[in-house]
Each structure stands twice: as structure tokens, then as C-alpha cells.
């Protein structure tokens, strides 16, 4: 790789970590290629980055952004995964990953600007995701409305059923 490349890759990562709310540091050893691809499809389709770098490149394009608390992890082999909006859905998608794998390891993470070690990744991938609390926000919105909404129609509908009642009496003396 010349000079112009490993720059090109240092900017790229760079803008990338940048943006990052969440990047988790891993160490993936004896890792197969069908293993991998399967990994980073998964990553891919929850819009999170999974990059393998050369740790100088990776520490140079760590400067300046939260990253760079984390740059001293950058050894040995090293993958880093990021993601621009959900930070726990790439500790979720690692540690389900990680359940039959020995040979992956996360190291360190940074999310939103914080370290954490191994365990408070797993921690972070036993919190609901995104999408999950937008879900319990949205029902604990909804639960109230529609018990206003029930309350405001039962005195109509009693009304009705009472009316309804009179009117089959009615009916049936004539």
C-alpha cells in the first residue's frame, strides 16, 4: 500500500469514527472467511460498519475523534465495528456472535464519547435495542389514550344497549 492509499483509508476512517456513536474494538482470531462474510452481512444489514485495519492507520485516523480514548487497544489483530445511530444493536449482534466463538473477543468500546470494557459491552447488548424502546415508549403513549378513549364511549354505548333494550320490550307488548 503507497502512501496515497494508507492516506485515503486514514480520512475515510476518520470521517467514519467521527460519526460513530458506537465503536466497539474486537480481536478476531482464526476466524474462516465464510465466518466473517456471515458476520459482516449481519452488521451490514443493521447499517453498522465492520472494518479490519492496520492498527497505525487505524490509531492515525482515531485522532481527533472519541476513538482515540481507545487507540492504545489497537494491537494484534484488530477489527472495529461501528454505528451511527443504534448503540446497542452492534454489542447485541456481537454477543450473540461471540456465544459459539472462542476465538473473538471484544477488547474495548466507546460509546457516545465513553469507554467501556468487554463486560460493559455485554452488559450493553442485554438493554433493549432502538427499535424495542420505541415500541414500550409508543404503548406506554397509546395505554392511557385508549383507556380515555373507552371511557369517553361507554356512557353512549350503555345509552344505546339501554335504548336498544327498551325498544325490543316495546316491541314485544305490541
Known amino acids: ?14 470521517g467514519l469514527m467521527a460519526k460513530a456513536k458506537a465503536a466497539i474494538v474486537a480481536e478476531p482470531r482464526g476466524l474462516d472467511v465464510a465466518t466473517v462474510t456471515e458476520l459482516r452481512k449481519k452488521l451490514r444489514d443493521a447499517k453498522i460498519d465492520y472494518r479490519i485495519v492496520k492498527n497505525t492507520l487505524a490509531a492515525r485516523a482515531a485522532k481527533g475523534t472519541s476513538v482515540e480514548k481507545v487507540s492504545d487497544k489497537f494491537v494484534g489483530p484488530t477489527a472495529i465495528v461501528m454505528s451511527y445511530d443504534d448503540v446497542v444493536a452492534p454489542a447485541k449482534l456481537l454477543a450473540e456472535f461471540m456465544k459459539d466463538r472462542e476465538n473473538f473477543a471484544i477488547r ?23 427499535q424495542e424502546l420505541r415500541a414500550q415508549i409508543l404503548s406506554a403513549l397509546n395505554g392511557p389514550a ?29
Open 146 to 174: 385508549t383507556k380515555l378513549a373507552r371511557m369517553i364511549g361507554t356512557p353512549g354505548s350503555q345509552l344505546a344497549r339501554v335504548l336498544g333494550a327498551r325498544r325490543e320490550q316495546l316491541e314485544k307488548q305490541g
Open 108 to 130: 474495548t468500546a466507546v460509546v457516545e464519547g465513553n469507554v467501556i470494557d468487554a463486560k460493559g459491552v455485554q452488559a450493553l447488548a442485554k438493554l433493549p435495542g432502538i
Open 1 to 14: 500500500m503507497n502512501r496515497t492509499e494508507k492516506e485515503e483509508v486514514i480520512g475515510e476512517l476518520h
